[in-house]
């Protein structure tokens, strides 16, 4: 029975309970279209043999180098050029010379290679070696040059073609265990039914005068405004993995009921709010307690944007002794709630109340 090793995320092990993890509901909403992308990252960095890391940016790279700049550049390039210069049609071969045949020499043997990694449970270095299929046509079209060669020669313009067209055929079985929606793209396109396993050894899959359909992207690049989004979404749950790991502050000593019954805790709504000048921290505000409208300094400039705050009811301590602060008479003490991080949130009521009315 094979077992694999372990596959981190980022640097960290995969913990579903602290939401480091890859969600594939969440993959496919962001990635519609993409599955196969995740399904070849995540086979050609299979953790067969020792653990191994997914990556965010090994993601984009696996995808934008090897299946856009590998797999997609030659099958696309072999089907647009077919469009352009034989509308579509596989072209009559003329007689095949050395680089031809051993390109046919070549696809003959991968089925069995391919197919003997499987069956050792090799995955990671069969996919690998469909990619060498690939890089294979890639080659074969760098040095026929067919986009130069139709200039001086159609006929061999059209053998090159021709060639180039079975090696495409012949990926769409073996990347089918592997990537099983873009070997039915790559099918349609192509305009076959994908063959069982030993069809991909045959010299011809598709006959001359067979019409291809329109050419169409196999995978597609990938941004890095893209990346950048799920690398933060990562960070963010690191985040807040962090806030849920930081102890509550310690209670602090208790004080009598009627201590605390001195307190006179109100609900007042913000109807002013600006900067003291020269100042990083402190706002002043204009509050209607529904006794009055008093000033109250608060430090929190750096948590809040004045305008935002206008309208909103907060719990406000009426009888907190007035104090200057920076030439302004503050009259109470606005109720906040502050997370592990220092991030601060208003303490207020969970519907409209009148201003004025007494916290109990």
Not at 130 to 144: C, D, I, P, Q, S
Request: glycine content about 6%.
């Amino acid at each position: 029975m094979p077992a694999n090793e372990f596959l981190n995320l980022e640097g960290d092990k995969i913990s579903t309970s602290r939401n480091w993890a890859v969600w594939l509901h969440e993959y496919l909403a962001d990635f519609p279209g993409q599955a196969d992308v995740l399904r070849y990252v995540l086979c050609a960095n299979a953790p067969e043999t020792k653990d191994n890391d997914f990556t965010w940016k090994d993601f984009q790279a696996r995808n934008n180098n090897e299946l856009v700049a590998t797999l997609g550049n030659f099958v696309n390039r072999a089907a647009v050029l077919t469009q352009k210069f034989f509308e579509g049609k596989v072209p009559e071969p003329g007689e095949l010379i050395g680089i031809d045949e051993e390109v046919f020499r070549q696809v003959a043997e991968f089925p069995a290679r391919v197919g003997d990694l499987i069956e050792n449970y090799r995955f990671r270095d069969a996919l690998a070696e469909v990619l060498n299929l690939a890089r294979v046509g890639n080659k074969y079209l760098a040095e026929t040059e067919p986009w130069k060669l139709i200039k001086t020669d159609a006929a061999r313009t059209g053998t090159v073609l021709y060639v180039a067209l079975q090696v495409a055929a012949a990926l769409a079985p073996l990347l089918a265990p592997f990537l099983p929606e873009s070997a039915e793209k790559l099918a349609a396109m192509l305009n076959f039914s994908l063959g069982d396993w030993q069809s991909a050894a045959r010299a011809e899959q598709l006959p001359a005068g067979h019409q291809l359909q329109e050419p169409a992207l196999l995978f597609a690049k990938i941004e890095d405004a893209v990346v950048h989004t799920q690398v933060q979404k990562l960070l963010d749950t690191k985040k807040a993995n962090a806030l849920d790991a930081t102890p509550v502050t310690a209670a602090k000593e208790n004080v009598s009921f009627d201590e605390f019954g001195k307190m006179d805790l109100r609900v007042g709504t913000i109807i002013a709010a600006e900067k003291v000048p020269k100042t990083k921290k402190l706002l002043k505000l204009l509050i209607d307690t529904g006794l009055d409208q008093r000033t109250i300094v608060s430090g929190i400039a750096e948590a809040f944007i004045p305008e935002a705050l206008i309208g909103q009811q907060a719990m406000v301590l009426l009888n907190l002794a007035p104090r200057e602060i920076k030439g302004i008479q503050s009259q109470g003490m606005l109720l906040l709630a502050e997370n592990a991080d220092g991030t601060l949130a208003l303490m207020q009521p969970g519907t409209a109340v009148r201003n004025g009315s007494s916290v109990v």
